[in-house]
């Protein structure tokens, strides 16, 4: 298992995400298409939730935001049930093949002016590297 955390203030992405370059940049056009449907303070909440989520991801899976990985690659979906799903593509989801991920689960969290994303990456027991005390 790898695990990945982001924590954001949700006035640091504000100028940003009035930005269109950089929406289309991070998100994928689901993200953006459900957060059309918020109301503004929801749609901010909404927006920094996923960008949260996606460094916490990028952490997980190893790859960081380089080689190709892009934030929009690493889509946080919902389920029928509300919970967040994450999908990758491109890049992203290469790079998590390549360290034998077979799963990512994310958990964001909104508290005040505040954004907690904490990702698990899962791992092949083939793909895991042995820890250092276990040598």
């Not at 929801?42 to 997980?60: D, P, Q, S």
């Not at 799903?85 to 093949?97: D, I, K, Q």
Request: glycine content about 10%.
């Amino acid at each position: 298992m790898r695990i990945g955390a982001d924590l954001l203030n949700l006035g640091e992405l504000d100028r940003l995400l009035a930005r269109p370059w950089f929406r289309a940049y991070v998100y994928a056009e689901s993200e953006l298409a459900t957060a059309a449907g918020f109301g503004p303070d929801r749609c901010r909440e909404f927006l920094a939730g996923r960008f949260a989520a996606k460094e916490a991801v990028a952490k997980a899976i190893g790859t960081g935001f380089a080689d190709g990985v892009v934030p929009r690659q690493i889509a946080v979906e919902r389920t029928d049930s509300g919970a967040a799903l994450v999908v990758l593509t491109g890049a992203a989801a290469a790079g998590a093949a390549a360290l034998g991920v077979v799963e990512v689960q994310v958990s964001i969290t909104h508290k005040a002016d505040l954004v907690l994303a904490v990702a698990l990456a899962v791992i092949t027991p083939q793909g895991q590297r042995p820890r250092a005390d276990r040598l």
